[in-house]
């Protein structure tokens, strides 16, 4: 499958989908001058930055967004750090065939600043969580989930490097099975077909 990752961030998610070799074909950018492209660019992948503040709405973001990713192809996308809602028209177009990766025990701490929120919740576990996207806010079917203990004296950036470590191995196994049609969907379970 042709895949586009959608980024926002300091792109190291995207660096270990890229490592692990993860047939990606265009990186889209909701922000300019983030680490993503570079990392993108580095790869030699080809990159486009959408800037929301160029578009009068979401809706007319998401259509100019759905237009590029048709006509480069892409059947499938991972979510790395893009930090927007999906429209439905985009979601509907990607069903079943979309991930994202989220730096909480979903469904805690759904949104921005997951692992902030935690930390001043004050939770002893929490962990990272790979999900198929549906039109809720972080909210679609588990593929995986792993708990990360949290120690007495972590940081937001002590813990998030903990969990960055379990996002780059997690992300691209699943978008590896989900390329390989592996990840079989029923209702709110996603099951690994073995090979
Ligand atoms: C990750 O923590 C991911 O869970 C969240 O955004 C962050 C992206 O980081 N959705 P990076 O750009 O991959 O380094």
Known sequence: MRWAALVGGTGTNLG???AAEA????????????GALDVAAAAGIERLVLDPRAYPDRD?????????LRAHGIEALVLAGFLRIL??????????????????LLPAFQGLHAVRRALRYGVKVT??????????LDSGPIVFQEAVAVRP???????????HA?????????????DQERLIVAGRRVHIRED
């Open 16 to 18: 270990a989908l890229i």
């Open 23 to 34: 047939p990606i074909a265009l990186v889209v950018s909701h922000k300019p001058g983030v």
């Open 60 to 68: 007319r973001y998401d259509a100019a967004l759905l237009e590029r």
């Open 87 to 104: 429209t439905p028209p985009v979601v509907r177009a990607y069903v079943g065939r979309a991930l994202n990766v989220h730096p909480s």
């Open 127 to 136: 962990g990272v969580t790979v999900h198929l996207l549906d039109e809720g």
């Open 153 to 163: 004296d972590d940081t937001e950036d002590s813990l998030t490097e903990r969990l």
């Open 166 to 178: 379990i996002e780059h191995r997690l992300l691209p196994k699943a978008v590896r099975l989900l």
